[in-house]
């Protein structure tokens, strides 16, 4: 049968625009019959062999668009692999009328992330766009929640199936749906095709900690505020440093300003490959998500936590990766912190990484298992198996 791996993602979107095309682009390498299309508002282009790129300015042109697309290439109407868009009325008229064709993906519980947004919108956050004379993304995130909440649950319950990257987002799903909808749990892939350059040998400097934390979106649910409070706590004999890859909530420098931080923490904008590579593999600990509870979830498979470890970096998280943490070998180099909004405790992690260093696991072994295990191409085989079954 064939398949259509549909996701509305703008080209400015790197990290999930990287994910949708590096899973198309896999798929089709393992011998998959799939053909991958992104809707941008953007400028309409091609990101492959096997993906095309529609731009479209009216949201509610988007499905027709889409049904427009299928029926010009396919003679019979193919399985659509679709990455969950948060909820509207459009995609439920299209779900109700195609919703046996379709498998969505699910990456986080669509509620409480839009929610969260709320929970943590400050006075301070009210009056920097009141400065700015900008509320548009708290009105259109407020418009999101609403259509998520009186829709969603009527689109998943036409759907064929779905698949979850957890288990507890897949128990969410099914929940919503009323019925045994997410059948199939598969984590993130790392989107390499060879290994890349890898830290040669972990630090021994007994005075200094650098830190590097990657965030291609500035959000509450990253956490980085418990790690700079953990800076700011932080009584002992190193030297602490932090360099700040990615988009920054405002709240998150006037944090850094306020700690008097401003001289060990760099904030280095976005960086291309080579720049990030550099940065990490001079970095003794990498840091990943430390809240998602506040979504709330328990568990996550966090894209940047599988990338720096494939770098050989040891990688501080706050929350539970079934996989990765499975994983004899590879939960040697995972340091974990609560789950809570408490600074993180530095001394604590200066103890493990001593341990990291001592157990003598090399960074080439943890890089070597985490691309042989949690490559794309790896997933790949394993989401072709569930598609292929789905489509049956």
């Known amino acids: 049968m064939e398949i259509v791996y549909i996701a509305i993602a703008d080209t400015g979107l790197k990290g999930v625009f990287s994910k949708v095309t590096g899973t198309i682009n896999a798929l089709a390498d393992v011998g998959l019959n799939i053909r991958g299309l992104i809707m941008s508002s953007e400028t309409a282009s091609t990101a492959g062999n096997a993906i095309d790129v529609l731009q479209y300015t009216d949201p509610a042109k988007i499905y027709p668009a889409i049904e427009q697309y299928l029926s010009k290439n396919y003679r019979t109407f193919p399985l659509l692999y679709f990455r969950y868009p948060f909820a509207d009325r459009h995609l439920s008229d299209f779900v109700k009328k195609r919703g046996t064709h379709i498998v969505f993906e699910h990456n986080t519980i669509e509620e409480s992330e839009l929610a969260l947004y709320f929970k943590y919108y400050t006075t301070r956050d009210f009056f920097y766009n009141l400065r700015k004379l900008d509320f548009s993304d708290a009105i259109g995130k407020r418009k999101l929640l609403k259509e998520e909440k009186n829709t969603g649950r009527e689109i998943l319950s036409y759907a064929k199936a779905g698949i979850a990257v957890t ?84 709240t998150v420098k006037e944090q850094v300003e306020a700690l008097g931080l401003s001289s060990k923490v760099v904030f280095a904008g976005m960086c291309e490959k080579d720049k990030l590579e550099e940065l990490m593999l001079n970095t ?17 498979s966090v894209l940047k936590t599988r990338e720096y470890l494939l770098h050989g970096v040891p990688t501080l998280i706050g929350y539970e990766d079934e996989e990765l943490e499975a994983d004899t070998l590879l939960n ?6 609560g789950a809570n909004d408490t600074p993180i405790d530095f001394e604590l992690v200066i103890g493990e990484l001593k ?17 042989k295990e949690y490559g794309i191409q790896a997933k790949a085989q394993q989401l072709k198996k569930a598609l292929l079954e789905l489509s049956a």
């Open 284 to 300: 003794d600990l990498a840091i990943s998500t430390l809240a998602l509870h506040r979504i709330p979830l328990k568990q996550g």
């Open 167 to 250: 288990t507890e987002i897949a128990a969410y799903e099914n929940s919503r749906a009323g019925k045994a909808y997410c059948k199939h749990v598969l984590g993130n892939a790392v989107y390499a095709s060879v290994l890349p350059r890898i830290k040669k040998v972990l630090s021994t400097d007994t005075n200094k900690l650098r830190c590097i934390f990657v965030a291609g979106h500035a959000n509450n649910w990253h956490g980085i505020d418990r790690a700079i409070q953990g800076m700011g706590a932080y009584k002992g004999t190193y030297d602490i440093s932090l360099i700040y890859v990615g988009k920054v909530l405002h």
């Open 332 to 337: 040697k180099y995972l340091i974990k912190a």
């Open 355 to 371: 341990k990291i260093t001592a157990s003598g696991v090399s960074p080439v072994e943890i890089s070597t298992q985490l691309f």
